[in-house]
């Protein structure tokens, strides 16, 4: 049976949580597997509009299962919170929820180190939001972090707690001049959350395999976007995790041989939250307008999204490090009522063309785009649910992004809502024998 992974193909906020959404009633398993709580997918419904931080939007269905891998950084606070606010709108939470045992846990002391780290680099801020994710994976790199099965061991978790404390706590004293933290007080905090998650804890690389081998659907959801992965990224304007598929595989124990397709969310145009290059932002009223009709206000942290063009080269880079079998494409109907529509084909820098993603972020930052200009459409797309429906221009906006992303579109979305979806195929459901599909398949 098909096991997939679902990557951002663009700078995240691509709408992956409405496309994990879809698939998930075809799945078996849902697993996130790296990032933390600074993620958000927001899922709409009959029922409501759910937002999600850490726990897969497969929870909606019953009957799932429901994971969060080793390669997440868990704020014990942020998942209870979440916990909670969805029990409060009647979403069952038991033993559909399992929490990898080797997941680190975000601490305090990496929220306050995370901020005043940020604000003291003035121009030079990545634009984090604040929540310890980053200083979280350094000490998952350092040898020094803690994680979610320690909490069972209260002699061993205090004994990190205290080492790291000694050093933390100086760090933000002296370099940071912020008050530090007092074990007692942190270490009673976490026994409360280690009583309210103990019994979600698992291996879950066990857990995992052993659903593949027994033949189930398994959906690998990943946060972020591929432009965001900390080695694929536009580094070091980036997450501090493998947001690539590639994570998938490290961040679950499930090994690569087990995955059989990648499917890449991107926007029908581009988006950007904090700092970094964008070759194709729009700083006008064009841009103003895709925002305010996209409505690009992040789900966790409400900031505003930078908006421009679709970029080909882009989303073509993401195909390549993802290996991707398919594209779903989201938000076509924000482009609704434009009369003309402009696609990155290349970058130009310093009388050079590229075609291709230059690795050195200077000459990133400094590219002008080249676009292609397409005729836009007056009849609205939303609520589209078959491609027939979709007006010619519509067509061949979508086909010009399948040839310059390299990937075919499977997935088309047409607005926020669970049913405003065109399904081209379901790649949980059929199998691709190789990359690419007949254009009359539509």
């Known amino acids: 049976m ?22 998930a009633r075809d799945a078996d398993v849902v697993v996130r597997f790296q990032g933390g709580s600074n993620a958000g997918h927001t899922v709409v419904n009959a029922r409501d509009t759910f937002v999600f931080h850490l726990i897969p939007s497969g929870i909606l269905y019953r009957g799932k299962l429901c994971i969060i891998g080793n390669g997440v950084v868990v704020d014990p606070e942020a998942l209870i919170d979440e916990m909670d606010r969805l029990q409060a709108k009647g979403v069952e939470i038991g033993k559909n929820l399992v929490i990898s045992h080797r997941a680190h846990l975000i601490m305090p002391y990496h929220k306050a180190i995370e901020k005043a780290s940020e604000q003291s680099k003035g121009s030079r801020r990545i634009g984090t939001t604040g929540r310890g994710i980053g200083p979280s994976y350094a000490d998952k790199m350092a040898r020094i972090g803690i994680r979610v099965g320690d909490l069972l061991n209260p002699g061993l978790f205090r004994q990190k707690l205290e080492e790291n404390l000694a050093e933390m706590n100086c760090f933000l004293e002296r370099l940071y001049q912020v008050s530090g933290f007092q074990v007692e007080k942190v270490f009673q905090q976490y026994m409360g959350y280690a009583e309210r998650l103990k019994s979600c804890m698992a291996d879950t690389s066990v857990v995992l395999n052993r659903a593949i081998e027994q033949g189930k659907n398994v959906l690998f959801e990943g ?10 990224g536009t580094y070091p304007f980036v997450t501090s995790s493998s947001a690539a598929a590639g994570g998938a595989c490290t961040g ?18 581009t988006t950007r939250v904090g700092s970094g290059p964008f070759p194709t932002e729009l700083k006008d009223e064009v841009g103003e307008g895709l925002q305010e009709r ?26 390549r490090v993802n290996g991707m079998a398919s594209l779903a494409v989201t938000k076509l109907d924000v482009l609704d009522g434009c009369r003309e529509l402009k696609i990155c084909t290349g970058y130009r820098h310093a009388g050079r063309l590229y075609k291709e993603m230059p690795g050195d972020l200077q000459v990133l930052s400094e590219c002008e785009p080249v676009y292609e200009v397409l005729p836009g459409w007056r009849n609205a797309t939303t609520g589209a649910t078959s491609y027939k429906a979709l007006p010619p221009q519509a067509k061949r906006y979508l086909d010009r992004i399948e040839e310059l992303a390299a990937c075919p579109i499977d997935i088309i979305s047409t607005g926020s809502r669970r049913d405003e979806t065109i399904v081209l195929r379901n790649p949980l459901a059929s199998a691709r024998p190789k990359r690419g599909r007949a254009r009359n398949a539509r």
């Open 2 to 23: 098909p096991n997939l992974i679902v990557v951002g193909t663009q700078w995240g906020d691509e709408g992956k949580g409405k496309i994990v959404d879809i698939l």
């Open 252 to 269: 679950t124990g499930v090994g690569p041989t087990a995955i059989d397709a990648v499917m890449g969310v991107a926007k029908a145009y």
């Open 223 to 232: 946060a972020q976007g591929t432009h965001l992965d900390v080695d694929f």
């Open 294 to 319: 996209g409505k690009e206000f992040g789900a966790t942290t409400g900031r505003p999204r930078r908006c421009g063009w679709f970029d080909g080269v882009l989303v073509r880079y993401a195909t």
